[in-house]
């Protein structure tokens, strides 16, 4: 059991998207785990994928507190409990999401980032906001995790399937201590419910680029190259999740 436990839920797809719902469906199964939770969804009032650590630098950033939302804990009717989470919608980006949790609630235990809709595997997580959300919280001091679903060629999410994965996930690594300077960066595989489970494999982030073909014509630079097809260190997180398992990495900023 984890006493007077707070965690902010924030990503980079916006406040609307359905990954972030997951998320939250996630830790709501998992509140047995808990006494005296505190749960807020701090995120953008709109889509900011690839944006990277960009933060505000001057003016204000517009805080709108939403509607609240009660769950029973566990997630099932027969509740031993519920537990009510404060949703705010953040005029500012990933990172600024996390300042802004860290003001609402400065003894913040966790902040989780995601469900991204689509990878963040080697490469990516230096574009990525949902990352960035993490690396932010790292950098403030504050255990973080962020959390992605790669998407195959012609593939589509199935939240729910999603949100299962993530709790095996989450008892996982939140039971596990990270030194300062560390977060977690945890990538979902593209496979369906119907074949075993995947496993969860701790691997290092690759170190190849992203797919670099290109073509140059009448003034428009564009990029050719397939994300489904980048190249992939061995047993690193890109050929561990592209291999249909769930990668972990421990990222390490110092």
Same mark, same amino acid.
């Given at each position: 059991m984890?006493?007077?436990?707070?965690?902010?839920?924030? !990503?980079?797809?916006g406040?609307d998207?359905p990954?972030? /719902? %997951?998320?939250h469906?996630?830790?709501?199964? =998992?509140?047995?785990? &808990?006494?005296?939770?505190?749960v807020?969804?701090? $995120?953008p009032?709109?889509?900011?994928?690839?944006c990277?650590?960009q933060? !505000?630098?001057?003016g204000?950033i517009?805080?709108?507190? =939403?509607?609240?939302? /009660?769950s029973p804990?566990?997630g099932? $009717?027969?509740?031993v409990g519920r537990?009510?989470?404060?949703r705010?919608?953040?005029g500012?980006?990933?990172a600024?999401?996390?300042?802004v $949790?860290h003001?609402?609630?400065?003894?913040?235990?966790?902040?989780?980032s995601g469900i991204n809709?689509?990878? !963040?595997?080697?490469?990516?997580?230096?574009v990525s906001g949902?990352?960035?959300a993490?690396r932010e919280a790292t950098?403030?001091?504050?255990p %973080? @995790?962020a959390?992605?679903h790669?998407k195959?060629?012609n593939?589509?999410?199935?939240?729910d399937?999603?949100?299962?994965r993530?709790?095996?996930?989450?008892?996982?690594? @939140?039971?596990?201590?990270?030194?300062p300077?560390?977060?977690w !960066?945890v990538?979902?595989p593209?496979v369906?419910?119907?074949?075993p489970?995947?496993a969860?494999v &701790?691997?290092?982030?690759?170190?190849q680029?992203l797919p670099?073909p290109?073509?140059?014509?009448s003034?428009? &630079?564009?990029?050719?190259?397939t994300?489904q097809?980048r190249?992939?260190?061995?047993?690193a997180?890109?050929?561990?999740? &592209?291999?249909?398992?769930?990668?972990?990495?421990?990222?390490?900023?110092?």
């Open positions: 984890i006493n007077s436990t707070t965690i902010a839920l924030t !990503n980079d797809d406040i998207a990954g972030i /719902q %997951a998320l469906q996630a830790l709501i199964h =998992r509140l047995d785990l &808990f006494a005296g939770i505190s807020g969804i701090v $995120a009032d709109q889509h900011l994928s690839g990277s650590h933060i !505000n630098r001057g204000p517009s805080v709108e507190q =939403r509607v609240t939302q /009660q804990i566990g099932t $009717a027969t509740e537990v009510t989470t404060h705010y919608a953040i500012g980006t990933p600024d999401c996390t300042r $949790a003001h609402l609630y400065p003894q913040l235990d966790w902040v989780l809709d689509g990878g !963040n595997l080697g490469a990516d997580i230096h949902t990352v960035a993490a950098l403030l001091r504050i %973080a @995790m959390i992605s790669y195959s060629r593939a589509t999410i199935d939240w399937v999603a949100a299962r993530v709790v095996r996930v989450l008892n996982v690594l @939140m039971e596990r201590p990270l030194n300077g560390q977060f !960066n990538n979902l593209s369906d419910s119907s074949g489970e995947p969860i &701790f691997c290092p982030v690759c170190t680029p670099t290109s073509s140059l014509i003034g428009q &630079f564009r990029y050719t190259g994300y097809d190249h992939r260190d061995p047993g997180d890109v050929d561990v999740c &592209f291999g249909g398992n769930i990668s972990v990495s421990q990222i390490s900023l110092w």
